[in-house]
């Protein structure tokens, strides 16, 4: 079988080239990761907006993939860290060590000082490892032995989680779950794109036609542009609205959460080349923002369950503006 020439990319610096640039990379994405195109686009947007990922699914449906993508496209460094129960903290952030020589203690840091951090199977790290990643992902630094040392920006995390209901997994805690900025599952590829993935023109093998689109400055910039997307009171308003009614319903959305789906919907509106805030945007990105983030009743309620919830929310919530 002859494979389809690689997806090769230029960088692009110039800032009127941003947007185009990261468009060509969601569709160079699209076409590795195939029959995801939803759920990829929600990725990337995280991505875009400064957020961080959790996929939530079965093992072997294209997590890891997708994840490895997201590195590629991004480009900067990149590090993978297999979650087990006896990981410890020193083993993501890095150890002081004793320097002979200089006679005095040097940081070694750890994996997470990276652009793009996979933590795959993050439920079967243990509690104590699972909240050291706290400062980082919200700080983007790490605080160890009284000093403090930036990571890298952009710095991006993608979690991958097996159910619950799998040996060996540790249920994650409100305070990490609150950590991303969306959940995304997956679930099994339709027919036409599993058969693409069983002839190797599409899925993992095809992670090599990946390049990166952007230099780490042009997605700085790329973030900037994002965050400067207009967002209107009556944007606001709406926002506060349905915030107000998840909790009067028992449901947990902190402020970051707002802030969160917030993001995610300028992201959206910068990827359709527009520098304000339509409902649409915010209606789309809802269920992905909250869904993760459970009940204050029921911290193990089904996602699913929970998608249905929040959609029936949508339908009853008023915009309250044209």
């Not at 997201?70 to 129960?85: A, M, P």
């Not at 490892?129 to 952009?154: F, I, N």
């Not at 700085?220 to 009614?245: G, N, P, S, T």
């Not at 990105?285 to 911290?299: I, K, W």
Request: charged fraction near 25%; include cysteine; charge should be neutral.
């Amino acid at each position: 079988m002859t494979q389809a020439p690689p997806i090769l990319i230029p960088p692009v610096r110039s800032a009127e080239g941003i947007r185009p640039a990261a468009r060509a990379g969601l569709a160079a994405l699209q076409a590795v990761v195939v029959g995801k195109e939803a759920q990829v686009r929600r990725a990337f947007a995280a991505m875009l907006a400064g957020g961080h990922v959790l996929l939530e699914d079965l093992p072997g449906v294209g997590k890891t993939t997708l994840a490895k993508g997201l590195s590629r496209i991004l480009g900067g460094g990149f590090q993978r860290v297999q979650g087990t129960n006896d990981l410890l903290p020193s083993d993501l952030l890095g150890v002081h060590l004793w320097d002979a020589k200089e006679q005095a203690f040097r940081f070694q840091p750890g994996p997470v000082f990276c652009h793009v951090l996979l933590l795959d199977e993050l439920n079967r790290i243990g509690p104590k490892t699972q909240s050291a990643m706290l400062e980082a992902m919200v700080e983007g630094q790490v605080t160890l032995d009284r000093s403090t040392h930036k990571l890298p920006e952009p710095f991006f995390v993608i979690a991958t989680q097996n159910p619950l209901d799998h040996a060996g997994t540790f249920p994650l805690p409100e305070s990490q779950l609150d950590r991303f900025s969306c959940t995304i599952h997956l679930g099994y590829p339709d027919r036409a794109a599993e058969r693409r993935i069983l002839t190797g023109e599409a899925g993992a093998e095809r992670l090599d036609s990946l390049s990166p689109v952007l230099d780490l400055e042009g997605w700085r910039q790329a973030r900037a542009a994002v965050r400067a997307v207009k967002v209107a009171e009556a944007v606001l308003d709406y926002v506060e609205r349905m915030v107000e009614r998840i909790r009067a319903g028992g449901g947990f959305c902190s402020t970051r959460a707002a802030k969160h789906w917030l993001g995610l919907a300028q992201a959206e509106a910068w990827l359709e080349s527009r520098d304000f805030i339509t409902p649409d945007d915010l209606q789309r990105t809802l269920t992905d923002t909250m869904a993760h983030r459970g009940s204050l009743d029921d911290r193990r309620l089904n996602r699913g369950d929970r998608r249905e919830q929040l959609t029936r929310l949508l339908k009853e919530l008023p915009v309250g503006w044209s």
